[in-house]
């Protein structure tokens, strides 16, 4: 973008290793320590002798890693599912209809984000126990399956749409809710993709609501999983302990590698504009 | 006086119609709007305010409303030597993330912003940390912190200065927690960056360059301002969310050593999970949302200035 002559591209190249080098530390020796045996570990060994996957195995067999991951895969593809029916229907609403109270809704709907997660918590706890569905996957998922962020993301896309085109549609005999469905739905493809993937991040890495909501291995998320494993098994079995988180690390990672380029240019044009 | 209000009512609502005939879609949008309305209303209004309202009363241990209180419970907590601590460290750990991570994400997207070899790799390398979950980074970093075997340590050890308990010294654990922070955060920051800098016209740089222009004069005064709404927009979500920061206090401290990262979020999930006393714990967030409403209007005043938008 920014054109450099061959001593200027040099010094980048040096400067961008060291600070890839310190920025991947973390990574990389969570990823050495998840190979060295538990007692090799507490002697102060901090790379593995050999490829040694026994605390992969370990993770895999005691700590109850892949139902947990299964837990985490069903809990975040219903938030993903749902946040992208209700937000592009809102989103659609916002875009090509026109009613009375669009400018206060649509506020109220952007109000939203405004309103911290701890503001709303403990009483939300209440909720979902008033609806017996705590230890459940929609108890779980219940309170992010409206997202504001989400509608107006999509606001922003469904308004590069043509207005000739609903309006062809609407003409051609097209309900509203056909020329959601087979029109703008399937034009903004794209979008939907990027949102599915930005807002799965998110709901993968959900922290302090599974926390609240799960108290079981049944329904218990990942990120809850590695903070029991943690607690278990930090004072001896370091190895495991790594190892569950580079196997909790590596399903959003791989998506992150995936759809980076995506992701950047997606979310700079409908986040910020 | 009634009655020429519903007159009034009446003409304006005559006048929207008639301005457009879609103006009858209100139906159709309702029911396109319901499920989200329904489910703010249940999971974002009514909870905000029955946490207001909880706020005003003592409660059981069973979340039970004893007695009506008043400004009480928010009496007691602005009082206890716990909860100024908690704001003080919240305070601090807000400043040593927020201006670090934008800083650090802004770099990194501006340095790896030219298209050349391998840029590909580094862009992946920063961005990587979106993709690691708050509890997995916080292990990692457990490891980093330790005393014995961490790197950090190790390093202090090379330059000839004594071990630092990162985690278990109250001086430094705050300061610990919110470098990790800092990590975990920047991949997110760094790819917005990435993505606005990438949209800015290349023609531009083109000029630029032709005019022999330095890079740093062309950061400060074309980059920065062609990016203004993206420094608002990433320095906005970055304070919200280090002031909502949770799951690695909870991984990595707990909020000690001594209270050092009891920070007012993880104070509120204390006080009503742990010492089930949900009165007090509703009066802190009322605290800390209209500390996040107070900070984040008069950010948005204090940018309008200096906001500009293409």
């Known amino acids: 973008m920014i054109k450099s002559n061959k001593f200027q591209t040099t010094i980048l190249y040096i400067i961008l290793i060291g600070l890839a080098v310190i920025y991947i530390l973390p990574i990389f020796s969570g990823i050495m320590i998840s190979f060295v045996p538990g007692i090799d570990y507490l002697g102060g060994s901090l790379f593995p002798k050999s490829l040694n996957f026994e605390n992969y195995v370990k993770a895999f067999q005691n700590a109850n890693v892949p139902r947990m991951m299964i837990n985490s895969t069903i809990t975040s593809s219903l938030i993903v599912t749902a946040q992208l029916i209700v937000s592009s229907l809102a989103a659609y609403a916002f875009v090509f209809l026109n009613f009375k109270w669009k400018e206060p809704l649509f506020f109220i709907f952007l109000m939203t984000m405004m309103v911290p997660f701890e503001a709303t918590f403990i009483a939300n706890f209440q909720t979902i126990k008033a609806m017996h569905l705590i230890d459940s996957y929609f108890g779980i998922a219940l309170p992010s399956l409206a997202s504001a962020f989400s509608t107006f993301f999509l606001r922003q896309t469904f308004k590069q749409i043509p207005n000739e085109l609903i309006e062809a549609s609407r003409v051609n005999g097209f309900n509203h809710w056909r020329v959601y469905k087979d029109v703008v739905m399937p034009i903004s493809k794209q979008s939907l993709i990027t949102l599915a993937i930005y807002q799965f991040l998110g709901a993968w890495n959900m922290y302090l609501w599974p926390l609240l909501v799960s108290t079981n291995n049944n329904v218990r998320t990942v990120q809850i999983g590695l903070r029991q494993i943690q607690s278990e098994e930090a004072l001896t079995e370091w190895g495991v302990v790594m190892a569950s988180a580079v196997i909790v690390a590596l399903p959003t990672l791989i998506i992150l590698y995936l759809s980076q380029k995506r992701l950047q240019e997606g979310l700079a044009e409908g986040a910020v504009k | ?310």
Request: hydrophobic content about 50%; cysteine-free; overall charge positive.
């Open chain 2, 1 to 310: 006086m009634q009655n020429k209000l519903i007159l009034e009512q009446k003409q304006s609502s005559a006048k929207v119609q008639t301005k457009s005939f879609t103006g009858k879609d209100l139906k159709v949008a309702l029911l396109f709007l319901l499920p989200s309305i329904v489910l703010f209303s249940l999971f974002v209004f009514y909870p905000m305010l029955k946490t207001i309202y909880t706020s005003l009363f003592l409660t059981s241990t069973g979340s039970k409303l004893v007695s009506f209180a008043g400004i009480e419970n928010y009496l007691i907590a602005m009082k206890s030597s716990v909860f100024q601590n908690g704001f003080k460290s919240t305070i601090i750990f807000v400043l040593a993330t927020v201006p670090l991570t934008v800083i650090f994400g802004f770099l990194l997207a501006f340095l790896t912003s030219e298209k050349i070899r391998g840029m590909a790799f580094f862009r992946l390398i920063f961005s990587s940390t979106m993709g690691i979950s708050v509890a997995a980074s916080s292990i990692f970093w457990q490891f980093m912190f330790n005393p014995v075997n961490g790197y950090l340590n190790k390093v202090m050890l090379f330059f000839g200065q004594k071990p630092i308990g990162w985690l278990t010294d109250p001086k430094y654990a705050i300061y610990a927690v919110a470098f990790a922070t800092i990590w975990m955060n920047i991949g997110f920051i760094y790819i917005i960056f990435l993505g606005a800098i990438q949209s800015i016209e290349t023609s531009l740089f083109e000029a630029a360059a032709i005019q022999g222009v330095k890079k740093t004069y062309l950061m400060r005064k074309v980059i920065i301002p062609i990016l203004s709404p993206t420094f608002y927009f990433v320095i906005t979500v970055s304070i919200i969310n280090s002031f909502q920061a949770f799951g690695q206090i909870d991984m990595l401290t707990k909020g000690g050593p001594n209270n050092a990262t009891n920070t007012l979020v993880y104070q509120i999930y204390q006080d009503s999970f742990i010492n089930l006393n949900s009165g007090r714990a509703s009066a802190e967030a009322v605290i800390l949302f209209i500390i996040i409403v107070v900070i984040t209007l008069v950010q948005t005043k204090f940018s309008e200035s200096k906001v500009h938008y293409q």
